[in-house]
């Protein structure tokens, strides 16, 4: 399976990927675009991930890229639910990398959350990085840093959401973009922003990333571009994180969840941003993962069913 491409290179490593399973044990239901969704056959999706993975054997990894179960799982079943899946993850045979997601947030506290993820963070932050090999650096944002859901209500960063979304949105309901215009319909309580010791932190790594001359992937539950996505699915200030970005060289490809009918775009820095197909809104017997494949010059996105392909060519040689 794409071991060997037409250029004859073997790639430096290949992982698998897939997103927003949103599993529950309850009837087919719609989203609120009417998109029919598929609670539980979305955990048969990710058993077949897993097995195809598995068989290629040659995947360094795997990105889970968040909301692993639904926030319709009745939340006595929160705790076994999210253990579930967490458990059909490891049957992978490798490292398993979690991003959170809005769904996760709605089912557990992020107390209860990050360990089962193996997220090792000391004040509940969900961000970090590793290099697979030399040559490349994964950076995983939190995209519910300041949040709504997750932390406990009287937390600072849920009062800095809250008073943010009642400059933002006027509807009682905060998750009802009606009235809002163009960009401005983001301001919904089920995304979330990036905070300014995240900020920090994430300009470090990518002046780190710089210096070793590495080439950054960069994972966010959160799309980071309206090029890619519909505008109720972005981060609210998806803007920062992206004059961040523009200022460095390093960064090649942003990849998401989320907005689950998925999108493609290379904004005007050459920056690639991929949002995921999601496992969830597969029919019976379809399926939406994939792996890439990573080479010094490009990342080939293999995608089944659902996931669609993406062929991803960049400068390997662009100022660091």
């Not at 999210?82 to 458990?87: D, P, Q, T, Y």
């Not at 010791?197 to 070793?212: H, P, S, Y």
């Not at 981060?235 to 999108?263: A, P, Q, T």
């Amino acid at each position: 399976m794409g071991s060997v491409n037409g250029h004859g290179k073997q790639p430096l490593f290949s992982f698998g990927l897939i997103s927003d399973v949103q599993y529950a044990d309850i009837l087919d239901g719609r989203s609120f675009l009417g998109v029919p969704r598929y609670y539980r056959h979305s955990i048969l999706v990710l058993q077949r991930a897993v097995k195809e993975w598995n068989n290629h054997q040659k995947h360094k990894f795997v990105i889970n890229f968040g909301d692993i179960v639904d926030g319709y799982c009745p939340k006595d079943q929160s705790l076994n639910t999210v253990k579930k899946i967490v458990n059909e993850f490891e049957m992978f045979n490798g490292p398993v990398h979690h991003l959170i997601g809005n769904h996760c947030l709605y089912n557990l506290p992020r107390s209860e959350l990050l360990p089962l993820f193996k997220i090792k963070s000391l004040q509940g932050h969900a961000y970090y990085d590793f290099s697979p090999v030399s040559d490349y650096r994964f950076v995983v944002l939190d995209g519910y840093d300041i949040s709504a859901i997750g932390w406990p209500q009287d937390h600072p960063r849920t009062l800095e959401a809250l008073k943010f979304l009642r400059e933002k949105n006027p509807n009682e309901d905060k998750n009802n973009p009606t009235g809002l215009i163009g960009l401005e319909r983001r301001f919904l309580m089920f995304n979330g922003g990036i905070g300014k010791e995240q900020m920090e932190w994430f300009n470090g790594v990518l002046q780190d990333a710089t210096k070793l001359k590495q080439k950054v992937v960069v994972c966010c539950h959160l799309p980071l571009h309206p090029g890619a996505s519909s505008k109720e699915a972005l981060l609210w200030n998806y803007e920062e994180v992206m004059n961040l970005i523009h200022r460095f060289n390093c960064v090649k490809v942003c990849i998401s969840g989320h907005d689950h009918k998925g999108g493609y775009y290379i904004d005007s820095h050459g920056v690639h941003h991929r949002v995921l197909e999601a496992a969830l809104e597969c029919p019976p017997g379809t399926n939406a993962f994939g792996y890439a494949d990573v080479y010094d010059d490009r990342i080939s996105l293999y995608g089944t069913d659902r996931m669609r392909s993406t062929h991803i060519y960049f400068d390997p040689n662009a100022d660091f």
